[in-house]
């Protein structure tokens, strides 16, 4: 299969700290591919040694089939965790000056812009200084600085971060349209439920290591269908403790249950009928979150309701 993007062995040191050991994946082109991992997982330090920001320490980094980035960083768009742009500058011609940095003529990038900017509600500023515009819009502003010129790779790191569930949407649709278009996409989030809606396969990185990796669907046949989702009216606290139980995510009136090895859907589901009133009882493969916490460990209760593990 033809790549995008490949790594061997990458491995990078700051000081005593190992941030990335011997990270290897392919992403193959056409594919939206997540990179997913907790917090100081090596997720970032990843990605700026992807875009040559940083250099690793050992192993080898394949970009579009070539190993050197000189005639192929147009082909390249990158949204950084840290934004970066022009504060001062009016956001029009701060994206024509881009557009023409990435080798578009003047009248291009600002037509181009133009059209970003009502792609994504965001025409009527125009003519505003960066420095008045919302935080979500000028990751907006971001994303069209990176989308320019439909690069045929888009490295977006943490690209919903801060934003609105309504922008999250339309950010989930515009990178769908770009990959639709051909462009390869890699992402970095901490969102679990975004990353299964949106990834055709992913890399869940751990202490600076890659512990899973492959196509999603491969994934979640891998760890069988062995989780139950349960929509009820009751007090669910019990499920916790049920026989069978590996673990139980019980939040409100809903809850996703991981089974024991072994363990009876049906014995639950009777034991369920008697306290509780059932809406819902599914047996299901298990969700990304689920098998984000049996290969990490533990996460703060915070993260259990939201599936958020941090940058």
């Not at 209760?301 to 940058?311: I, L, N, P, Q, V």
């Amino acid at each position: 299969m033809d790549m995008a993007l490949s790594l061997r062995d990458l491995k990078k040191s700051f000081g005593d700290f190992q941030a990335v050991d011997g990270v290897s994946l392919d992403v193959p082109r056409g594919h939206i591919f997540g990179l997913i991992g907790p917090n100081g997982a090596g997720k970032t330090t990843t990605i700026r040694m992807i875009m040559d920001i940083i250099r690793p320490d050992s192993g080898e980094i394949t970009l579009l089939g070539q190993s050197a980035r000189e005639g192929i960083r147009h082909k390249i768009g990158y949204l950084p965790e840290e934004r970066g742009l022009y504060r001062k500058m009016k956001v029009i011609e701060m994206l024509e000056f881009l557009g023409s940095i990435k080798g578009a003529s003047p009248a291009d990038a600002r037509a181009s812009a133009g059209t970003w900017m009502e792609r994504l509600s965001i025409g009527d500023w125009r003519d505003k200084k960066v420095e008045e515009l919302s935080k979500g819009m000028q990751q907006k502003i971001q994303f069209i600085v990176a989308a320019m010129g439909e690069p045929e790779l888009l490295i977006l790191d943490e690209p919903f971060s801060g934003m609105d569930p309504v922008n999250q949407d339309l950010f989930k649709d515009v990178i769908l349209e770009q990959n639709r278009k051909g462009a390869t996409i890699l992402f970095s989030t901490h969102q679990m439920d975004t990353a299964e809606r949106l990834c055709r396969a992913i890399a869940l990185i751990n202490k600076g290591a890659v512990v899973l990796s492959g196509a999603l669907s491969e994934l979640k046949n891998r760890f069988g269908k062995s989780s139950v989702v349960i929509e009820f009216e009751g007090d669910g606290s019990f499920l916790s403790t049920s026989p069978g139980v590996a673990r139980a995510d019980v939040s409100g009136e809903y809850a996703e249950v991981r089974l024991a090895p072994g363990a009876d859907a049906q014995a639950l589901l009777r034991a369920s009928v008697d306290r509780l009133k059932i809406r819902r009882f599914e047996v299901v493969a298990p969700t990304l979150h689920n098998i984000f916490i049996e290969q990490v460990g533990s996460a703060p209760e915070s993260a259990r309701r939201t599936g958020d593990y941090g940058a």
